[in-house]
């Protein structure tokens, strides 16, 4: 059974099970909307827990029929039963009750989870996956982390071309670092910032779905071109270096990943990040990469492979 848990408002999830519908697959859909109303009960064994069903308004998952899950949590935090409410208000603590137990069933399930909890938190620490994607062959920007102004200062210097962002996996703007941060660079005691020395080049992405690789080159008038008047064109990129995003991807426990990648001049290429939940229909709808329907192909052969 392939279990989507998300919100359809949330256009990969939308776009996901749509491809699975023309693709002919079934699937269960869990709103994860309905997180302050549903049920988890887990049933115990000897050998430790043997079920676990979920009720959500009239509808009932055995989550040990599962055999692949796509999951794209929201914010509950920012739905609209939390208005007014503290986080240990007792509406958000049976939300945040729910959404670990069953986060933590399929962790440990025999199911294959796009994507797990623990590969997905390697996005959460910068450092921690630069220094995994080097160790997969791809050459990273000169970073440096810091709390103490001096040390920032010292870093600017030897690097006057250089961009910030955030150190965790909260999503930020990219920006170069201009007049404006430097005159208010002692701000950066009061949060670590990341530093990256800009590299020059062409800007690329790629979306990874088993050994599948989709990529695009972009074209942007923003350093950041999420932001900026942007356009994109479907390319293959060279053997040596899908391979890399493969081996990336399985490095860091994903089964789909979005990889930012920038080739320079000379012919370098450097990697980013991995972002372990991508927002692919940006780069689907612009760049023409059949993403959905590959990701769609992917869980549907899995789940009969499963079934088998």
Known sequence: MILLWGVMDDEPMAMTAAALARAGAEYVFLDHAKVFTSEIECILAPQGVQRCIVTADATTIDLSAVTVAYVRGAPWRDYEEMQGRSFDDPLALRAMGFEIKLKAWLDASDALVIN??????????????????????????????????????????RNPESIYKSVSGVRSIVRRVGEMQR??????????????????????????????????????????????????????????????????????????????????????????????????????????QPIAAALAAFMVEADAERES
């Not at 909890?117 to 910068?126: E, I, Q, R, W």
């Not at 921690?128 to 920007?141: K, M, N, S, T």
């Not at 208010?184 to 979306?207: E, K, M």
């Not at 990529?215 to 008047?229: E, F, P, T």
Request: aromatic share 12%; with cysteine; charged share 20%.
């Open 116 to 157: 797990r909890s623990d590969a997905s938190a390697t996005n959460n620490s910068k450092p921690y996956q630069l220094a995994q994607i080097r160790q997969a062959g791809f050459a990273i920007p000169e970073t440096f982390i810091t709390n103490e102004p001096d040390a920032a200062r010292e870093f600017l210097a």
């Open 183 to 288: 005159a208010s660079i002692d701000d950066v005691r009061w949060c670590p910032t990341l530093f990256q020395r800009v590299v020059p080049g062409t800007n690329y992405r790629a979306h990874v779905i088993g050994d599948e690789v989709f990529a695009v080159r972009i074209a942007s008038d923003q350093l950041d071109y999420r932001y900026g008047q942007t356009s994109m064109t479907a390319i293959t990129l060279p053997r040596e270096i899908e391979q890399r995003c493969r081996e990336l991807t399985e490095r860091l426990g994903l089964y789909f990943s979005g990889i930012d990648l920038m080739l320079t001049p000379e012919g370098e290429w450097f990697c980013f990040e991995v972002n372990p939940s991508p927002g692919y229909p940006y780069f689907e709808m612009a760049g023409g």
